[in-house]
């Protein structure tokens, strides 16, 4: 059988110390590839930025990384600087920064970014975040412990608090950090601001637990994977909570009830399950269209049950909350939670005062996503939504920003 060579180039990202000694560097131009007809590779070198660490090339050579691991550049070790991604590290190097631009597939009819746009972003600059850090494994987001302990992130509470939408063409900045949740959780925030003015748009936390892939039950925090993530844990919240809301269970007797949804290939994430931004879509769609063209969603709360498979049939309860409503009727719920007093307080700072935001205030509606089955039925996620009556564009280019 003929063999031959030929030179490629692959722009994998290289380690340098400054040594023109470095036995990595000297081998570069001939990493082999395992197959006929055999390949001799040249690699470009990308010479090393200040503040920027490079991934080494040190398991190329000795074979022991993919082709997809090449293709997806995973580092090694801590980055500080991600041109491509237009990230960076903050918060004395724990913190991560991203800088994205609203495109026109994130928008709606309005021209503002849609609720799924945000929480696709939250996710990405997540991932984003561990792909810097130098801990990502092959997994969604897991660290090499957690492969090793085949062990995957799930999120288990979920909340969005939404000022102001980013507009098309607009950049923004997003924040994301991560924190301890009792001894075997990790808690994740976010921050997404306008870069032209400072003016905060939205404000995100979430709670994670570990799960083991095969067995799909819930797991405690090894001390090898504790290890890997403490050191990047702080102390600084997005939203602050004393007491996390309580939601309450819906039955068959729901206002609003879509029956038989049926997961689609697409919906599926790269752990096989319903990606939390189908499910937020899943609830939307119960609620009246005539409500959505007039209102936009301010605030959202997820507490994730169990998961969803693509052979779960689906079920979606929405119920308005009748002590969520402050309108002409002045009726309100005294222990106001955080969802409706962002949205106030909002209201009020803007120079409309108390009387001119009583029409406002966010409606509260209730939500329940759970598995349609011939005898019984399993909650998926429970919901909690806020809303405030739409602004005109007019409105919104009067609005004072604030930094």
């Known amino acids: 059988m003929a063999t031959f060579s030929y030179t490629i180039p692959l722009p994998i990202r290289c380690s340098t110390t400054g040594n023109n000694q470095d036995p ?61 991604r237009q990230g ?40 984003n975040h561990v792909w810097m850090s130098g801990l990502l494994s092959n997994g969604f987001g897991a660290t090499h412990g957690m492969m090793k302990n085949n062990l995957i992130w799930v999120v288990s509470r979920m909340q969005v608090l939404v000022d102001q939408y980013p507009i098309w063409g607009e ?37 994670w637990v570990m799960m083991n892939e095969k067995t799909r039950r819930l797991s405690k925090m090894p ?89 779960n049939i689906v079920q979606s309860l929405c119920e308005p909350d009748e002590d969520g409503i402050l309108n002409s009727g002045l009726k309100q719920n005294n222990d106001m939670s955080p969802l409706n007093r962002f949205s106030l307080a909002s209201e009020i700072m803007e120079g409309n005062g108390l009387l001119g935001s009583l029409d406002k205030v966010p409606l509260r509606y209730t939500h329940l996503l759970q598995t349609q089955g011939d005898t019984e039925n399993e909650e998926i996620v429970r919901g909690k939504t806020t809303w405030k009556k739409k602004q005109s564009n007019i409105e919104l280019s009067n609005m004072p920003f604030s930094i």
Not at 37 to 60: E, F, H, M
Not at 105 to 127: C, M, P, R
Request: charged share 25%.
């Open 88 to 127: 960076l590290i903050v918060e004395g190097g724990v913190g991560y920064r991203q800088t994205v631009v609203i495109r026109s597939y994130e928008v709606g009819a309005d021209k503002t970014a849609t609720l799924e746009s945000i929480l696709n972003l939250l996710q990405e600059t997540a991932l």
């Open 223 to 311: 001390e090898e994977v504790r290890a890997e993530i403490s050191p990047w844990f702080i102390e600084k919240q997005a939203i602050h909570e004393d007491v996390p809301e309580k939601i309450s269970k819906l039955d068959s007797n729901a206002k609003y009830v879509n029956s038989n949804l049926k997961p689609k290939r697409s919906d599926l994430d790269m752990n096989q399950h319903v990606n939390n931004v189908k499910y937020v879509r899943w609830m939307l769609e119960t609620i009246p269209d005539q409500f959505l063209e007039s209102h936009q969603l301010s605030g959202i709360i997820l507490e994730y049950r169990r998961e969803c498979g693509s052979s």
């Open 171 to 207: 950049i923004v900045e997003i924040d994301t950090w991560v924190g301890a949740s009792g001894k075997n959780g990790m808690r994740r925030d976010w921050l997404i601001r306008s870069q032209a003015t400072g003016h905060v748009f939205a404000r995100a936390t979430s709670t």
């Open 24 to 84: 990595n560097k000297q081998n570069l131009n001939k990493i082999k590839i395992t197959g006929t007809p055999t390949r001799s590779v040249k690699v470009d070198t990308l010479s090393q930025t200040a503040g920027v660490a490079k991934t080494s090339v040190a398991s190329v050579e000795n074979g022991h990384i993919s082709k997809e691991q090449i293709r997806q550049n995973i580092p090694t070790k801590k980055q500080f600087v991600d041109y491509h």
